[in-house]
């Protein structure tokens, strides 16, 4: 068993981008810009804001943060929407989800302007995805595709089982599994709660990426010898032992790593690609920012 490292591979990234940042603001250009909106106060969002932040200092960005009560109307949201779509020398932000239950996400996620989404949430952008033209792309799903690529893992003519269907995770992910790249060339199943025996699907799959936001889902007895297992579970359970809650993903990861030829873990494991594809969806759009500020 081979374990991919994402906090490795992450740091790795962020390295290359500070180098990029660093060639840009030598020429007297100004740095890159990103933003989060924060809405409440639910600790995972606050949490990964907050290391978001951190990675922005790391490779030279600059970062703002607007925190909204989580009694908010919509109307208030919309408007710093609105203006942060207007604000120039922004290159991209996100609005962090999950929203409180009185905000509609979906008018939310469509009034972002699709040139700033970060996250690379917004149908233009999905819509660019899916047609296979250059585009910002979903942060999870492309920070999985990095570590397949920086993993050496083979793809091409593979079978890859996509668990779960959300369209952050794993609906573009079966998109970019199957694209013709490399990463990609892959033949795809997309598996969800109503997908009877999943394991007849996952027992013959050479790649299994689990996106259902369920704690230890995945089994041991579910895979054949040397799957790759990617793990985007991020799951607070308690600890029998210590009686403090901690983090675990969507695949028993203590059974499935003596099967598995490659895996990740939680935490460690995509969470961190996340926040560094958040990070090059910025350099992308800073890139176009810049060369159209010279025009």
């Known amino acids: 068993m081979q374990l991919i ?24 250009e100004r740095k890159p810009h990103l933003a989060a909106v924060l809405v409440g106060d639910n600790p995972a969002s606050q949490s990964y804001v907050k290391n978001k932040i951190k990675d922005c200092k790391s490779v030279g960005f600059e970062s703002s ?13 919309l408007a710093l929407v609105e203006k942060l779509n207007n604000q120039e ?37 999905i819509g660019k995805m899916v047609l296979d033209m250059p585009t910002f792309l979903p942060a999870t799903p492309y920070g999985i595709m990095e570590l397949l690529d920086r993993s050496n893992i083979p793809t091409e003519g593979k079978h890859c089982v996509v668990i779960g269907r959300s369209n ?24 969800h709660s109503r997908t009877p025996n999943i394991e007849e ?5 050479d790649i299994v990426i689990v996106a259902l936001g369920k704690p230890y889902y995945l089994k041991k007895d579910m895979i054949q010898e040397g799957t790759t297992v990617i793990d ?14 901690k983090l ?48």
Not at 201 to 205: I, L, M, N, V, W
């Open 65 to 77: 943060l607007h925190k909204l009560d989580e009694n908010v109307t919509e109307e208030e949201l």
């Open 168 to 191: 952050i995770v794993g609906r573009p992910m079966s998109v970019l599994m199957s694209r013709k790249s490399n990463p990609g060339n892959a033949t795809v199943t997309l598996c």
């Open 232 to 245: 985007v579970g991020i799951n607070r359970v308690r600890d029998s032992d210590t009686g403090k809650n």
């Open 89 to 125: 020398g922004l290159d991209g932000y996100i609005v962090q989800l999950p929203l409180p239950k009185h905000l509609d996400e979906e008018k939310i996620t469509l009034a972002i302007n699709p040139e700033k989404d970060a996250d690379g949430f917004h149908p233009t952008n």
């Open 201 to 205: 699907f996952t027992r013959k799959a």
């Open 5 to 28: 490292d994402g906090n490795k591979i992450s740091k790795e990234i962020r390295d290359e981008i500070q180098v990029e940042v660093k060639k840009w603001t030598d020429k007297g």
């Open 248 to 295: 675990v993903g969507d695949v028993d990861f203590d059974e499935v790593k003596d099967r598995a030829d490659h895996i990740t873990p939680v935490p460690g494991g995509v969470g961190p690609m996340t926040r560094a594809m958040l990070l090059k969806n910025t350099l992308l759009a800073y890139e176009r920012n810049i060369s159209s500020e010279k025009n």
